[in-house]
């Protein structure tokens, strides 16, 4: 590949997948220093990579009900033809973007035989190049998986980690703005307890009894961040606490969210791509997770940390879809998530 290669990147996918994906770019931009690199991603995701360093662009995928025409697709086809790539490397294993790719005539098109599931897929097709996966991909981190298919098909060794772009002053004094002032010998703690898929939340009743118990120990403020549709839901946690809580679920976009973190003590969250974030400031994040999740998708930080469950009932190894608990996050003790708050803390 020339030095001055013009790539595209293809990560339609959720927001924890697309700042894990950001490590692969980190990966070959140390191979090409002079590369310009653009990334695909979904519009609710594009925010976090703007003012990215490794990046030349951001394009956002037209998904829209109105913008999935023919009509639609191919002025957006015409719009990746502008740009001329010389190659896309497909994070995501979806049809419509390995479509766009070979409809605009990007010569070299990339992806992996598998990368999110073992299900065979016939997207392959639309690739010039298949990169083989690690054969225990269910036990390796994502982030591992998509720097994978950087240095399987560029034959490079080498591993980044995953970033976001940068934060503006703007973005921290809106962060400030959010947080209780800082008192005198106390702790600033942020939550993170509700996801988009269910079986990764761990049970309100165990919220309130963390902050019962961390309230007999420590002095602290707490927050709750999320998604505006997460802000009832946060209320009946505030509500069992019989504490008083910042809820500014809906209140932050995810840079202002980054900001946040980055000015807490401790950050306490479930599986999510707040959790993710998280990973890319400084400070320490713990992750709550079902029995087996963690190895896939565990804060990528040396500041991060997992707390997890392994009933019996658990298989060895398997995916959480096949897992026959399903709901095993629930099982994990709410002194076990304290004594690692304290340990953190301390």
Known sequence: ???NANILISCTVNLGDVVLATA???LLKEQYPTAGITMLVKDSVAPILEDHPLLKEVLVLPNRPKERSLKKLWQFVKEIRKRRFDMAILLDRKLRPALLAWLAGIPVRVGADRLFDNKPSSIRHLYTD????????????????????????????????????????????????????RREGAFRIALCVK??????DWPQENWGELLAQLDAMIDADYVI???????????????????????LCGQTNLKELAALIEAVDLFITIDTGAMHIAATQPTPVI?????????????????????????????AVTTPEDCPMQYC????AVESVVERVLARLR
Request: proline share 7%; with cysteine; glycine share 6%.
């Open 195 to 200: 996801g988009t898929y269910y079986l990764k």
């Open 225 to 247: 961040v999320g998604a505006p549709a997460d802000a009832a839901y946060a209320e009946q946690i505030a509500d069992k606490a019989k504490r008083p809580l910042k809820n």
């Open 24 to 26: 692969a770019v980190a």
């Open 1 to 3: 590949m020339r030095e």
């Open 130 to 181: 298949v990169v083989k996966v690690p054969d225990d991909f269910l036990k390796t981190h994502q982030a591992e998986l998509f720097q994978s298919v950087i240095r399987g098909y560029f034959h490079c060794e080498g591993s980044a980690r995953p970033s976001i772009g940068k934060l503006s002053e703007a973005h921290r004094e809106r962060a400030q703005a959010l947080l209780p002032a």
């Open 329 to 332: 996050v629930d099982q994990i």
């Open 287 to 315: 992750g709550l997770f079902r029995c087996v999740s963690a190895n896939r998708w565990r804060p990528c930080s040396d500041s991060g940390d997992v707390l997890t469950i392994r009933l019996p009932e658990c298989p």
